[in-house]
């Protein structure tokens, strides 16, 4: 793919070398002087520009590439640029910077970001994923669906385990996407158990966030509905 970086910092000097070295094609734009250090990234065509001017977008290559990423330390110039790509370029596909949190909600496709990156977002979703048992952590969104990523890692004393997955129903609009166990993703299927310590791996529409709150408390042994004495093997339920 053909992708144009736009900030040359830390952030867009190491998203360029990741890019290359999976073989993508990237032009790195900047509008400072001292940002050109073009030794850290050999391999990309650097442009000495401001990305948030459209004749600068169009002469990097705006016009022809599959994807713009906007990732400079300043949200404005971030959004500006993510809109520019779309609306006057028809950019495939936008992926933009979230430097403060609070302006998070902007970066939606009415600015033409397509996904947003919050830094802070993630670390904070890693450091509760990392500490939370039995807790809903809310890893990922994807803006352009309105898709939600959640985690659950199960407690030793969660009722589902041992439980095939076909026999835990969830709440409406999530699915179960993926098992994480030893470091391994595992597919879910019908005739999967689930095991202690799994890390479970949810997507939920928009319309089902409402719900998403009965996945943890169905998933705690303190919940787990009493037996049903017309079932010889009752399976627990979500939702």
């Not at 442009?47 to 590439?65: K, P, R, S």
């Not at 659950?152 to 409406?172: K, Q």
């Not at 689930?194 to 998933?219: C, H, Q």
Request: proline fraction near 7%; charged fraction near 25%; glycine fraction near 6%.
């Amino acid at each position: 793919m053909k992708i144009l970086v736009a900030g040359a910092g830390s952030v867009g000097r190491s998203i360029s070398r990741e890019l290359i070295s999976h073989g993508h094609e990237v032009t790195l734009v900047d509008r400072s002087p001292d940002a050109m250090r073009i030794s850290s990234v050999p391999d990309a065509d650097w442009q000495l520009a401001d990305a948030c001017d459209v004749d600068a977008l169009a002469e990097a290559g705006a016009g022809t590439a599959d994807v713009v990423v906007a990732a400079t330390g300043d949200d404005k110039s971030n959004l500006v640029i993510s809109l520019l790509s779309k609306t006057e370029y028809g950019v495939p596909r936008t992926v933009a910077r979230v430097n403060n949190p609070k302006n998070e909600w902007l970066f939606d496709d009415a600015w033409g970001v397509d996904v947003s990156v919050s830094t802070p977002r993630i670390m904070t979703a890693l450091v509760e994923e990392a500490v939370s048992v039995g807790s809903l952590v809310s890893v990922f969104t994807f803006h352009q669906s309105g898709a939600l990523m959640h985690e659950l890692t199960l407690p030793d004393d969660s009722p589902v385990i041992g439980e095939l997955v076909s026999e835990v129903e969830l709440p409406p609009h999530t699915v179960l996407a993926a098992i994480l166990r030893e470091y391994r993703p595992i597919t879910p299927d019908a005739d999967e158990r689930f095991e202690r310590g799994d890390e479970l791996l949810f997507l939920t529409a928009r319309e089902g966030e409402s719900t998403l709150g009965e996945i943890p408390v169905i998933f705690t042994a303190d919940d787990e509905p009493a037996p049903d004495p017309t079932r010889a093997d009752p399976a627990p339920q979500l939702g």
